[in-house]
């Protein structure tokens, strides 16, 4: 990922204020139970919104991303509302942390950015190895449809009167891989617009690939679900979520 996230942590929060995050917290009590006192592992935690909502319900959040700049943005939103969160600069697949932790997630497909396969395995294994017995890890990935199909379809352009971008996308070098390549363009006070571009690298696997690399890291599987809901993945599915237990 590097610098892919450099110039977009100032604009981030604005643009994903669609993703329901809270949802996310009722997904990890469902796998966990009640948050009050477990020590969380929040993987690409960028801008720290998730791992604050993990604080609030009591966890011990430790948040791990490769962006410094995302990682500036979460430390000040956690100090702004007193949460002690601990954040960590770190690629997922050489996380390197002391302790261990009763869950972790990976959210809002940030896997998608590790794009070797063996990358992707070493991250399995490194969380396998810091969750307790009984440790949950939650994520989320694209589907091999949303890369192949969906992202296809680009152009794709958003202007909410302050931040404006066109995406463009190309197929990628790997199979179920993408390309993005962004231009912002940010409204100031001035009403002049800065422009600022961004290209982004995402690889998925199917649903197959990731259970075989987590029964190998030694996970359990326990549940497979796609697009928010509580139902299994279908051809035409964007996002499958995986819960597996050590």
């Known amino acids: 990922m590097n610098d892919s996230y450099t110039h977009f942590a100032s604009v981030y929060d604005e643009l994903m204020d669609d993703i329901p995050y809270d949802q996310y917290v009722e997904l990890a009590e469902e796998a966990m139970g009640p948050l009050q006192g477990k020590r969380l592992l929040d993987i690409g935690c960028g801008t720290g919104l998730l791992s604050v909502k993990f604080a609030k319900k009591g966890a011990a959040v430790t948040g791990l991303d490769l ?3 995302m990682l500036a943005v979460a430390s000040e939103r956690a100090s702004s509302l007193n949460l002690e969160i601990s954040f960590i600069e770190q ?6 942390i002391p302790g261990t932790f009763d869950g972790a997630v990976i959210a809002i497909d940030s896997l998608n950015y590790v794009k070797e396969k063996e ?5 399995f294994r490194k969380i396998y190895d810091l969750l307790v017995v009984g440790g949950v890890l939650l994520f989320d990935v694209h589907s091999t449809y949303k890369t192949d199909d969906v992202f296809m379809e680009a152009p794709f352009v958003f202007d909410n009167g302050r931040i404006a971008y066109i995406w463009q996308t190309e197929e990628g070098d790997e199979e179920h891989s993408v390309y993005s390549e962004l231009a912002f363009f940010v ?3 001035s009403g002049m617009y800065r422009r600022f571009d ?20 030694g996970f359990t599987i326990e549940r497979i679900f796609a697009d928010w809901e509580d139902e299994p993945p279908h051809e035409e599915s964007e996002r ?7």
């Open 67 to 69: 962006s410094a700049d």
């Open 91 to 96: 690629p997922m697949e050489k996380m390197d």
């Open 119 to 123: 990358d992707v395995a070493q991250t």
């Open 187 to 189: 409204r100031n006070e």
């Open 198 to 217: 961004e290209v982004h690298y995402q690889r998925t696997f199917d649903t197959y690939t990731y259970v075989e690399m987590l029964n190998e890291a």
């Open 240 to 246: 499958i979520f995986f819960q597996v237990r050590k």
